[in-house]
């Protein structure tokens, strides 16, 4: 069973521009969630779809956002990218909503804003 | 503010000894905790998790310690294997909460001396 995939593994943009990142999931899971992580401050929960439907959003502006496809695939966009979102963003994939122990992540994508 | 600390960044541990990971948390509304392990170019696997309704739990050469008077939580891994050098992150949630309560640590770099 192939496991979770994204892409770009990595991404260089500049302050002000916007990027898109993408998620395909475990076939047959149906929740995704996102987390951004950094050096200071470990792995910070983004949002969770699941079905299409934004489940579950973290404490992050608006600047970043979700999407979900009929397919389960999700994509996530950050807009007006500052210094500050500098990370590696992993994505997670699970059967079901909410259940962290089967969360399976992929290697994730390194964002470098400039 | 943090509410999940791993103090020590990196463990250097000898090849078959123990390798003890701890994990102190500030916020008294957790009450289900993970581990989760981390290889370079890929995402966190779940290890081992613990519910506060008990104070041990083992799989294998890991065993996960739960102090909930101390707010304190220890990965214990016997014997260590080269196998286990990663980066281990503890997690913690309140249960039902679901993703948007799973807070993550830092991080600690274990790394297996042969």
């Known amino acids: 069973k192939a496991g979770v995939t994204q892409t770009p593994r990595y991404l260089i943009k500049t302050r002000g521009q916007q990027v898109t990142l993408s998620c395909s999931p475990i076939?047959?899971?149906?929740?995704v969630s996102w987390y951004q992580q950094t050096p200071g401050q470990g792995l910070q929960f983004l949002f969770e779809?699941?079905?299409?439907?934004?489940?579950n959003k973290g404490n992050f502006p608006g600047r970043f956002s979700g999407r979900q496809f009929s397919n389960s695939r999700s994509e996530m966009n950050v807009s007006t990218l500052e210094l500050g979102d500098s990370a590696l963003y992993l994505c997670?994939?699970?059967?079901?909503?909410?259940?962290?122990?089967?969360?399976?992540f992929g290697p994730g994508t390194r964002l470098t804003v400039l | 503010d943090q509410q999940v600390k791993q103090n020590s960044p990196s463990l250097s541990v000898q090849e078959g000894r123990i390798s003890i990971l701890n994990c102190d948390y500030t916020n008294s509304m957790f009450d289900y905790f993970l581990w989760y392990k981390k290889y370079p170019a890929e995402g966190p696997t779940f290890l081992i998790s613990i519910s506060s309704i008990k104070d041990k739990n083992e799989d294998g050469r890991f065993t996960v310690f739960l102090n909930k008077s101390a707010k304190h939580l220890s990965l214990h891994i016997v014997p260590s294997q080269p196998g286990d050098s990663a980066v281990y992150f503890c997690?913690?949630?309140?249960?039902?909460?679901?993703?948007?309560?799973?807070?993550f640590g830092t991080g600690t770099r274990l790394t297996i001396i042969p």
């Open positions: 997690a913690a949630s309140e249960i039902g909460r679901g993703n948007e309560k799973l807070t």
């Open positions: 779809y699941f079905s299409e439907t934004q489940r």
């Open positions: 076939s047959g899971h149906r929740s």
């Open positions: 997670a994939s699970s059967p079901t909503s909410g259940n962290t122990d089967t969360q399976y």
